[in-house]
């Protein structure tokens, strides 16, 4: 993820894109934090953030914005999200299931260039 990015590489940073890797549920910046701090106590709030904002900064993680939370998801193709309204778990929905406007449609004198759905229900579990 970061190979070439000239980003120094700590251990903690390293422990952050891994978790950021592994995590398929759009991790909050605390969440992060938490985890990391299982393995390296002593990582700083800034650490967190530097790092999530420098990911962000280079193409390498997105933020989801739900329920009032940023949430970080290292999956930057184009695709869309499910949220259970029970649980709050947020989910990847691969863009075919959805698109029914696609990339280079145009809406009147529009021209779309991304766009990103958020569907609402219950999840498995929830259900």
């Known amino acids: ?15 952050i894109i ?4 592994s995590s398929v ?32 900064g280079s193409g390498l993680i997105n933020e989801v914005f739900e329920g009032g939370a940023v949430r970080y ?3 930057t193709s184009p695709h869309h999200h499910f949220v259970c309204r029970r649980c ?11 698109d029914a406007v696609s ?3 145009r809406l009147g004198d529009k021209k779309v260039e991304s766009f990103q759905v958020t569907i609402r229900g219950l999840c498995q579990k929830c259900q």
Request: net charge negative; charged share 25%; no cysteine.
């Open 88 to 98: 709050r778990v947020v989910q990847d929905i691969e863009p075919e299931l959805v």
């Open 73 to 75: 998801d290292p999956n």
């Open 1 to 15: 993820m970061v190979d070439g990015y000239g980003l120094k590489m700590t251990p903690q940073r390293r422990a």
């Open 25 to 56: 549920d759009h991790p909050t910046a605390e969440d992060i934090m938490n985890a990391v701090n299982e393995r390296f106590p002593m990582t700083s709030r800034p650490t967190v953030y530097n790092t999530l904002n420098w990911l962000k």
């Open 18 to 21: 891994e978790f950021l890797q």
């Open 103 to 105: 990339f280079g449609t």
